[in-house]
């Protein structure tokens, strides 16, 4: 029998809050590009006092969104202006990925892609919208889960050498980021990550450029390839 668990990590958290406040952002602002964000939302550390207190504070800039609370695990989010300590919105999307991949690759990502480098066999795991990670057994050398759509992100291990994504990956990809998922990466036990995320809204005609197999110079969707550690 294949395993499959459900664990939290400081990237799961720190991605779930993060999605949270771009799907804001997203939902509200007429140009999202162009907000500015609390740039505390990428320290862990920042998050899980904010947890332990039951509040977090989110500034924005412009007031595009009105001051609401929403909760995020039982933990009050609040929005509300701010003109201090902000980055701008590209910032977070360009951040984030490495940011989340980098927070759990000795905690998750390496005992896995250390599997997958011994028999071949890759795992996917699937960042929720509420802060968890689900982890799948795949079969050798491949990992797919069809028809998982609105998630954050999806992430699977690659055999060492094989730090890149495929044609079917970036399909995934693309359908993950119509549903506004944020990215999609393949990590090896080298610790290289290659990663597929996205800069504001999906634009259609990036997509269509995508499907047809032109992946440079896509203004909404960025490729990069890094080493985690």
């Not at 599997?115 to 057994?137: K, N, P, Q, W």
């Not at 290659?194 to 269509?208: F, K, P």
Request: glycine share 8%.
């Amino acid at each position: 029998m294949k395993e499959q668990w459900l664990t939290t990590t400081d990237g799961s958290l720190l991605l779930g809050l993060a999605s949270l406040i771009i799907d804001v952002v997203e939902s509200n602002c007429e140009d999202p590009l162009t907000a500015m964000v609390t740039s505390e939302v990428l320290d862990e550390n920042h998050l899980k006092e904010g947890m332990k207190r039951g509040l977090l504070e989110v500034h924005l800039k412009p007031a595009c969104v009105e001051p609401k609370e929403l909760v995020y695990r039982g933990v009050q989010v609040f929005f509300t202006e701010g003109r201090e300590g902000l980055i701008a919105i590209r910032e977070l999307y360009e951040r984030l990925p490495i940011k989340v991949l980098s927070l759990d690759y000795f905690s998750l990502y390496s005992r896995l892609a250390k599997r997958t480098a011994e028999s071949g066999v890759e795992y996917m795991i699937v960042y929720t919208e509420d802060g968890e990670a689900l982890v799948f057994e795949g079969e050798k050398f491949r990992a797919s889960l069809p028809g998982v759509r609105s998630v954050p992100a999806l992430v699977h291990t690659h055999p060492a050498g094989h730090c890149g994504l495929s044609r079917k990956d970036v399909e995934s990809g693309l359908e993950l980021m119509m549903d506004r998922g944020l990215m999609v990466a393949a990590v090896t036990e080298d610790a290289c990550a290659a990663i597929m995320y996205r800069v504001g809204l999906l634009d259609e005609e990036d997509l269509l450029k995508a499907k047809e197999g032109t992946l440079g110079g896509l203004n909404s969707v960025k490729f990069v390839r890094v080493n985690l550690v």
